[in-house]
């Protein structure tokens, strides 16, 4: 155990408050960084216990980033630190989103803004592109898992099958394939190391034995776990109730209900669901605001998913009823971040007591490998229906046998736009940029290209 001090909840307070603050760059960059604040430079726990807790949030629907948070916040200072440091980690976000949401709508249609989001479109293409491959490297490492990946790509893009049906059908899949005792799916999933350094539990503050609140009580674990989901359910119900199922409140808190329960495999798979539903089935929004939508989540502080917020904000905001159409918007887009992140709380204070029993369960190891590489044909998807829309002015659907497969209208390129991907491609993968530094570039270039009058 180290000699170093317990921090107290307040000094705790401002680490989280301070990572909230500094977590750009996607779920990836955002769990480096809490490595190297909680475990290399305070010290708060170990390699192992870090890992251990990161697993454990891999296996739940919603952002793994902001679960993680919670988790080290209950071990740390029980339920009301893994509170402080869930609120704290998404704040920052849901500030900088509303804001860009009220300048998105007052604003969007200003020349200089349209170039700005033009630029941001190229980058965010350029960076999707970079999670296929890099998720792909990692998880398809045999036949079988690229077939899941195939199959995946294939059914959401051919056919439209919703995302949560692949996710279970895969998780599906890599279960039985382990019970059968495959080969493909013995090895289950895991991630590597996060960081170079290796601290040993046993030299840190919480030391190599869990705390004495962490121990299962499940009746706490089932009060804790009520209050969360009356907070979460409550309102849908009360929207449903009083406004009925047609209206775009009740439609945005069931919808997004249902998205924190299915939303495996990250934000980029996610997202692809969200764009399939809130633009073909629901009509909220353009293809060409959801990028806009992904550039904003991209470059502010936060979990990626919190891009659902605009998703919600610009859906209230076409459907204000007898509101401002400001007022129903900001409140659409709070609503939508409510039902989203509610939930979060939800599997941490009910699961993380019992965690220790799932850690080295090799069916839901396998199952979480099929997962990830369904994920990776959904990512694929979510890439192409980008590039089409950046691309290329104009879509068409071509339907045969079967399929309904969006094709481009090829008099439509946008040479500006290629010509901006191609770069984006160039930064990412030559010159291996940030994602932050490739958004601010492409974002300055379109700005200029707009200013030269080219855009």
Request: hydrophobic residues 55%.
């Amino acid at each position: 155990m180290s000699d170093r001090s317990y921090p107290t909840l307040a000094e705790a307070t401002r680490i989280w408050a301070r990572i909230g603050l500094l977590s750009f760059g996607g779920p990836a960059g955002q769990i480096a960084l809490m490595h190297r604040i909680l475990v290399e430079e305070n010290r708060w726990l170990g390699e192992r216990r870090f890992l251990h807790a990161l697993n454990y949030c891999m296996l739940l629907p919603g952002p793994e980033a902001m679960q993680l948070a919670v988790y080290i916040g209950w071990l740390m200072h029980r339920t009301l630190g893994g509170i402080i440091a869930g609120l704290l980690f998404v704040a920052p976000g849901v500030v900088a989103i509303m804001a860009l949401s009220w300048i998105y709508a007052l604003y969007g249609n200003v020349g200089a803004v349209e170039a700005l989001f033009f630029g941001l479109k190229a980058a965010v293409l350029a960076i999707v592109v970079q999670a296929v491959i890099r998720i792909g490297t990692r998880a398809l490492g045999n036949g079988a898992m690229l077939a899941i990946a195939a199959a995946s790509f294939v059914a959401i893009f051919g056919f439209g099958v919703p995302f949560p049906l692949i996710i279970l059908t895969a998780g599906l899949i890599g279960f039985f394939g382990a019970r059968a005792d495959l080969p493909a799916f013995r090895g289950g999933g895991g991630h590597g190391a996060v960081g170079k350094s290796q601290v040993d539990d046993d030299d840190t503050l919480l030391g190599a034995e869990s705390p004495g609140h962490t121990a299962v009580n499940r009746a706490h674990a089932l009060r804790i776990s009520a209050v969360f989901l009356l907070l979460w359910l409550a309102p849908v119900a009360v929207l449903f109730a009083l406004l009925g199922p047609a209206n775009v409140f009740a439609q945005i808190a069931g919808f997004f209900s249902v998205m924190a329960v299915v939303t495996f495999g990250g934000a980029y798979a996610v997202l692809a669901y969200v764009a399939q539903e809130a633009v073909q089935n629901y009509g909220w929004l353009a293809p060409g605001e959801m990028l806009d939508g992904l550039g904003m989540a991209e470059t502010t502080p936060g979990p990626l998913i919190m891009v659902t917020q605009f998703v919600g904000f610009m859906g209230a905001l076409r459907d204000a009823g007898g509101l401002s159409p400001l007022m129903a918007g900001t409140l659409g887009g709070l609503l939508t971040t409510w039902v989203t992140f509610t939930p979060c709380f939800l599997w941490i204070f009910l699961g993380a007591p019992f965690i220790e029993r799932l850690r080295d369960n090799r069916l839901l190891a396998a199952a979480l490998s099929a997962i990830t590489g369904a994920v990776v044909g959904v990512i694929l998807n979510l890439a192409v229906w980008f590039g089409l829309h950046v691309v290329f002015d104009q879509v068409r659907t071509v339907t045969a046998y079967g399929l309904d497969i969006d094709l481009p209208v090829w008099t439509s390129l946008d040479p500006a736009a290629a010509v901006l991907v191609l770069a984006a491609l160039v930064a990412v993968f030559r010159f291996r940029l940030g994602p932050v530094t490739v958004l601010l570039g492409c974002a300055a270039a379109g700005l200029a290209l707009g200013l030269a009058g080219i855009r």
